[in-house]
DNA sequence: ACTAACCGACGTGGTAATGG
DNA sequence: CCATTACCACGTCGGTTAGT
């Protein structure tokens, strides 16, 4: 399939047939065979037993942690790609990004989970100097990093189904096709910027595909925001400190306050006036 | 020698919409 | 995404006139 061209097409074509292009183009999306899924994957390091001077305890204890399992997210790729998959798989990979609550975690899960490498590391510094070193300590320091990365959970803000999500990226293409642009006239509006083009393997596609990627990612993040309960926010009067409603983001005082202060700094300005014009 | 009341210009931070 | 633009509801101020 050509982006491009379809745009094209799309653009000429009567509200009921950009409808059916873009529904057309949505089915092709959805009956892609490209997936993704959750992957196992371990940190690992090599305990190496000269480095911690063969100290019998410290070779059984890095062994004991010297490799964490952890979730990550995998798209997977069979053959060539074409711009159809390749939307595709960035739609699975938006969902798995705010959607999941078991990859992409915060990268400090990912730091405390392989901070006994860390750990490591500085033992064996420690031990070049001469330090004291204390297993028992060095112990308890790992196990803590594990339990505190098993508490970090995803700072995510709402759930979605993937059935609902599909209905956001439909309504988000429909978006997407109205202000798209073809290649030739993105050119013909801002001239063109070299840094865009990549030199091999490079097509109007790409662009395209990239821009309705990046679009789409936006519009998730459009929904997750207008989807979000707001904070609930409270302001006080900066005169007498009685709660105020938020009328405006610049409100200082409240209704009383307001007159107050209105016409202390009316008398001090006409005051400044007065003097001006009588001096 | 001021002060109150009114008007309108201009500035500003937050936020929403727009668009490539 | 991010840059740009528009909008809102305030704050602040100067000018002016009428009044005390």
Known sequence: MNINNLIKQYQSASEEDKRNIVYLFASAIWKSEYRGERKKKTFKYKVINEALNNKEDLIVLFNKYNYQEYYYWKSFYKGETDPINDIRIKINNIYAYYFRDDVYLDKLYYELLRASQNIYYRTIDELKKNKGVDVKNIEQEIIQSIEQAKRIHKDQTIELSW????????????????RCKTVAQYENEHGWDNDRVRVDSWSQDNLLVSYIGDSLRGEVLHYIRDNTPKEEIKKYCER????????????????????????????????RYYKSKNS
């Open 163 to 178: 059935k609902e999500y599909k209905s956001v990226i439909n309504d988000a293409l429909h978006k997407i096709f109205r």
């Open 240 to 271: 007498c400190g009685e709660e105020i409603s938020i009328t405006s983001n610049r409100r200082k005082w409240c209704n009383e306050c307001k007159i107050i202060i209105d016409s202390e700094q009316r008398k001090i300005r006409n005051k």
